[in-house]
């Protein structure tokens, strides 16, 4: 993954990477502020950081009325370099306000 | 968390700890075949792990029928060795058949 794709995908996606975790915070909230709902995705080992990210929002920011919606956990194929699929499992938890 | 509580809990539950993946994918597997519902939980890094069980059973094991229900996350308060609190993430997916 390159960094450029790191952070943000679609207006209302955030891509949970690598970064320090409250970087994904703090762009979820600014997303919060535009969009009614944000998508915050994630795969592979980034998965818990991901629920990191929505828990820290939904409890420490409690007065501001934000809700976990669906969470989603799925399945994608990537192709690894020696050209074999490999499964990576992915998770979409919605927040919204 | 001692090795004893490693792998279940109550009769339809698996908690997911350090074991190998399939150790818990055999254990899901095994509850499902006397309970019409499973819930694989987990808190902190193991998230990811829970995430990767429920897709396993549910890709690999297709023609089974198994489906993922609903999946909740939380967070739980821990008593950290130096007496301040913790607070970790939890996932819960709930697998039936």
Do not use: C, F, W
């Not at 919060?32 to 592979?44: Q, W």
């Not at 409890?59 to 934000?66: A, E, P, Q, V």
């Not at 919606?69 to 938890?93: M, W, Y």
């Amino acid at each position: 993954m390159t960094s450029s794709a790191g952070t943000r995908r679609a207006n209302n996606e955030v891509l949970i990477g690598k970064k320090p975790l409250m970087t994904y915070v703090t762009a979820t909230l600014v997303q919060l502020a535009n969009e009614p709902t944000v998508l915050v995705k994630a795969r592979g080992k980034s998965i818990t950081r991901a629920v990191d990210v929505a828990q820290i929002i939904v409890k420490r920011m409690d007065n501001m009325g934000y809700k976990i919606g669906h969470v989603k956990i799925g399945t994608q194929t990537l192709q690894s370099e020696d050209g074999r699929a490999r499964n990576v499992s992915t998770i979409e938890v919605q927040i919204s306000r």
